[in-house]
């Protein structure tokens, strides 16, 4: 178990740099053709639909990967 957590902490810290140093690396997330996002005067909604369909199958994809 402190195996994956030391790899899980180094994968979050590499993450964390990287979109510290490239912030713009991904602008295109939350912006995909599916994702709701309805503003009016009394408030804001914003449903990613399409990014979290795109980041469910990259992880699943890499899970599998992991695990054969």
Do not use: C, Y
Request: hydrophobic share 60%; glycine share 10%.
């Amino acid at each position: 178990m402190a195996r994956g957590l030391m790899i899980i902490g180094a994968v979050l810290l590499l993450l964390g740099a990287l979109l510290h140093f490239a912030p713009g690396l991904l602008s295109w997330f939350g912006r995909l053709p599916g994702d709701i996002h309805i503003q009016s005067k009394r408030g804001e909604l914003f449903i990613p639909l399409t990014s979290m369909l795109v980041l469910s199958i990259a992880l699943t994809l890499l899970v599998n990967l992991f695990r054969r």
